[in-house]
């Protein structure tokens, strides 16, 4: 396919088209067109495709797209809007606005409540104009450690595509054009944030990059920009804000100079004053400020601006009724922001109308901020004094195990709500779980273990998968019993083969069977059991998500396992009967062990072990040459994930595992239709999304087989870079997709050929495709079709010789001899007859191996009739280039 003239787009796919060419995130667009955020990223994925493109960016620019007139290049999302002037600070904005275009970090630095993110949010506006590749304004007050870079992401509209790291994927957003990240309230997190503005400068040196913060990062390069007190432009704030609450509001120059200097110029401390201004007069207020700064001043270990501040809030706070007061303190615990729901939840002795009537009264008096929705957020100033307040009053602990008590019922709630539209409700209350269960120590504890296992289970249902693992670990640190610890280490294990990290899920594992210990001496045969299966789990993982061939310290493991896990379970119930028969046959070669483990497996009736059973059998029957019976049990497990919890971690690791060997059982018999297919639904349907490179593969072989090599030529270069920005890790399996574009690149040569062929070598880390067994049958295949193609029979002897050659991994066998068939027949080869009969057994069992003998018969016998069967078996598969080739040798056969 030629780049820019995809097949035909559909009227959505059009309206989401338009949405990338907006720089619109996912979610946006989502919101737009009234669909889900999943449902996006399908026609994403299928505009990628159909396009031949890698990245939104790329395929925009060959879409020729132009955003609608409505659009807004340059857009900053999340940019805070205000609805009263802004006052002042002309210095600062244009030190700031000179400072970005330099593309160095530009930090505003100040006391808390003196506007930086008023600031912030104002120089966001004015430069956007400037960063036409939009960006984000994020606020860190709600974030905790550890979570910067995810929130990042989450704010820009990025998910996970493991293992590429996640910083990687930030940069390549911020890359795309000049961008403009906003970090507002970092003072917290400056270590933190310190080290991801460092990564970004390094790769995306045209991003701008503002940040805000009480304390100043220390970048290097950095060019901080100074947020003093405001000056004279304090008393202009003060009548613009005390006017519009009371319009007639007058009092004299010197008088409001006087409150404001009281106040230290801190906009924040003016704001709430004129908010009462008009309800006590100014000379009340006058003396309600000399009170409160008398009663708070002194603090010792605070700096005098906070002791100003303190005061203001402090005076505000004592203005309220016992009831406001009560529940201003107790919501200091929330960071994230709060609905009448989790107010309530703090408040059990309150009727959610009179907390509901408490809310308002606090927002009236701009102690509290309306989010919109429903929802509600303290100032981060004010919260640190409800804070403070709150551990004054003794009230701390029992309001703490009432917020306990709230997480884990909401995120109970929201796990229960996995089928349905649950993912924007987490988003706003995420940071406040997170928070919660950090509080929580590491000891067992009902409620806490009850979060930790649904916060776990609800951040791999969003895709943080690596978070997802770190709270079923807490999970396990919390859980009161033995057996629901044991369950969690077995969820932390199942999410991390979910995103092949076989050595992690292999200690996890471990742990887990180390923890199984009998309640008492009854409980001896049903903790060998669990055991049993779980030892079995472990030794499963070693062959399914290792290479027998990788040499690393799971490997000394092996020999011991099985004996272990047999121990005890002559008793055992069915389920871990078939654990154990599963892990013996993975261990075991032959037939018997594996159709043993399938049939236990349909035995105790669980699908996830039968789909586990069903792909050691196809191991068994692959080695034994057996490729069509090898697709039929792939289409059977293809339709056990149908119904599958793709949510669930256990499930979701079978679901991929189940479209990675449909995909290579299709291209094993030669169907290469059916490849593609299964290569679209796993974009649809695979549990952990889109991925750079380990998604493409499947596509790249059989597009190469099918002599679509424009397509290859578009994907391949985005794989081989997203391997390599992913650390280069060891990928054999995938090394024959590098394969496959250098075929392409030998049949259409383009001069390219070698080149890939390196890569191939190097992505399995051989010298020689010979010694990997994965890659040697489907290199030495490409070896003999390219010499074929461009007659180089030079080496045509050794070529067929290592064609034939004993493979140990036996997939695309057929294809090597096949191929070596043919060039020894072209080539004239003594013994070419003999090949081509060595070769013919494998018709039988792929259909492109039968096409392709089927012409080598007729080449060598100037047999019409074969050549003729050769293109209709071509036909058949859509291998228009290779029926193309076999055209060639039929004179006066039309095209």
Request: glycine share 6%; aromatic share 6%; proline share 6%.
């Amino acid at each position: 396919m030629v780049p820019g003239e995809p097949r035909e787009v559909s009227p959505r796919e059009a309206e989401v088209l338009a949405g990338l060419a907006e720089h619109l995130t996912n979610a946006r667009i989502a919101h737009r067109l009234q669909i889900s955020v999943r449902t996006v990223e399908s026609h994403v994925s299928s505009l990628l495709r159909k396009y031949g493109v890698a990245n939104r960016a790329a395929l925009v620019a060959l879409s020729g797209h132009q955003p609608s007139p409505s659009a807004r290049p340059g857009h900053v999302e999340g940019i805070p809007v205000s609805h009263t002037s802004f006052i002042g600070r002309r210095q600062e904005r244009q030190g700031a606005l000179a400072a970005l275009t330099d593309a160095a970090p530009v930090c505003l630095v100040g006391p808390g409540g003196v506007g930086k993110t008023r600031l912030a949010a104002v120089l966001a506006q004015a430069a956007s104009a400037s960063f036409p590749a939009g960006g984000a304004f994020i606020d860190l007050t709600p974030v905790g450690e550890g979570f910067v870079l995810r929130t990042v992401a989450d704010a820009l509209g990025l998910a996970e595509r493991p293992p590429q790291p996640l910083e990687s994927v930030v940069a390549e957003r911020l890359a795309l054009g000049r961008s403009l990240l906003v970090l507002d309230n970092c003072e917290h997190l400056l270590d933190e944030v310190g080290d991801l503005v460092e990564r970004l400068r390094s790769d995306c040196p045209q991003a701008g990059i503002l940040i805000a913060s009480r304390e100043r990062p220390g970048l290097p390069g950095e060019r901080v920009i100074t947020v003093p007190p405001l000056a004279g432009e304090a008393e202009t704030l003060f009548l613009d804000r005390a006017r519009a609450i009371d319009p007639g509001f007058a009092a004299e120059p010197a008088v409001i100079a006087e409150v404001c200097a009281r106040l230290d110029g801190l906009p924040l401390a003016i704001e709430l004053a004129a908010s009462r201004v008009a309800v006590l007069g100014i000379d009340a207020l006058r003396v309600g400020l000399q009170d409160r700064l008398r009663l708070l001043s002194g603090a010792r270990g605070r700096p005098p601006r906070h002791r100003s501040l303190r005061a203001v809030i402090g005076w505000s706070y004592d203005l309220l009724e016992e009831e406001e007061r009560a529940l201003l303190r107790r919501l200091a615990v929330f960071a994230g922001g709060f609905d009448l729901a989790a107010a309530t939840a703090l408040m059990p002795d309150t009727p959610p109308s009179a907390t509901a009537d408490v809310i308002g009264r606090l927002a009236d008096k701009s102690l509290l901020g309306v989010v919109g929705g429903g929802r509600w957020r303290l100032l981060e100033t004010i919260r640190a004094f409800a804070a403070d307040r709150l551990a004054d009053s003794g009230e701390t602990e029992e309001t703490l195990q009432l917020r306990l008590r709230w997480a884990a019922g909401t995120a109970s709630t929201l796990e229960s709500r996995l089928d349905g539209n649950w993912a924007p409700q987490f988003d706003l209350v995420t940071d406040d779980l997170r928070a919660t269960l950090a509080d929580t120590p590491a000891v067992p504890d009902r409620q806490a273990h009850g979060l930790a296992r649904s916060l776990a289970h609800l951040t791999f249902a969003r895709r943080f998968h690596r978070e997802a693992i770190g709270h079923y670990l807490a999970a396990a640190d919390r859980a009161r019993d033995a057996a629901d610890g044991h369950q969690d280490l077995l969820s932390a294990a199942a999410t991390a083969v979910s995103i092949a990290d076989g050595p992690l899920a292999f200690r996890l594992l471990m742990r887990a069977a180390d923890q199984v210990e009998p309640a008492d001496q009854t409980d001896q045969a049903e903790a060998a059991g669990l055991r049993a299966a779980t030892l079995s789990s472990a030794l499963v993982v070693t062959h399914r998500y290792r290479g027998a061939h990788d040499r690393d310290p799971m490997s000394e493991h092996l020999p011991a396992l099985i004996d272990k896990a047999t121990v005890g379970t002559a008793a055992a119930d069915s389920r871990t009967a078939a654990l154990v028969a599963i892990a013996r046959a993975w261990d075991q070669d032959g037939l018997e062990f594996a159709r043993s483990a399938v049939e236990a497996a349909r035995e105790c009736g669980d699908v996830i072990v039968l789909l586990s059973a069903l792909d050691v059998l196809t191991r068994a029957y692959a080695r034994a040459g057996r490729m069509r019976a090898v697709q039929r049990i792939c289409r059977e497990r293809l339709t056990l994930i149908e119904h599958l919890p793709a949510h669930e971690p256990s499930a979701a690791a079978e679901i991929v595992d189940t479209f990675h060997s449909a995909a290579r059982a299709e291209l094993c018999v030669g169907d290469l239709p059916a490849a593609l297919a299964v290569a679209d639904r796993a974009q649809r349907e695979d549990p952990i999304g889109e991925h750079p490179y380990l998604s493409i593969p499947k596509t790249i072989r059989p597009l190469a087989l099918s002599g679509r090599f424009p397509e290859v030529f578009q994907q391949a270069p985005a794989m081989w870079e997203a391997w390599h920005q992913a650390g280069s890790p060891r990928s054999a399996w995938m090394s024959t997709a590098i394969s496959a574009a250098a075929l392409a690149h030998g049949l259409a040569g383009t001069g390219e050929f070698d080149l890939w062929r390196s890569r191939a070598l190097e992505m399995a880390r051989m010298e020689d495709a010979a010694s990997s067994p994965v890659l040697a049958p489907f290199a030495a295949f490409v070896d003999a079709r390219v010499a074929v193609h461009t007659r180089a029979y030079h080496q045509a002897a050794a070529l067929v010789e290592r064609a034939f050659a004993p493979f140990a991994v036996r997939w695309y066998e057929a294809y090597a001899r096949s191929a070596g068939a043919e060039l020894a027949v072209v080539a004239g080869l003594p013994a070419a007859a003999e090949r081509l009969a060595a070769a013919m057994p494998y018709a039988e069992q792929n259909d492109w191996a039968a096409a392709c003998l089927a012409r080598t018969r007729g080449i060598l016998h100037g047999d019409r009739d074969a050549l003729a069967e050769a293109v209709e078996r071509w036909t058949s598969i859509d291998a228009r280039f290779e029926r193309a080739c076999t055209l060639r040798l039929l004179p006066g056969r039309k095209p």
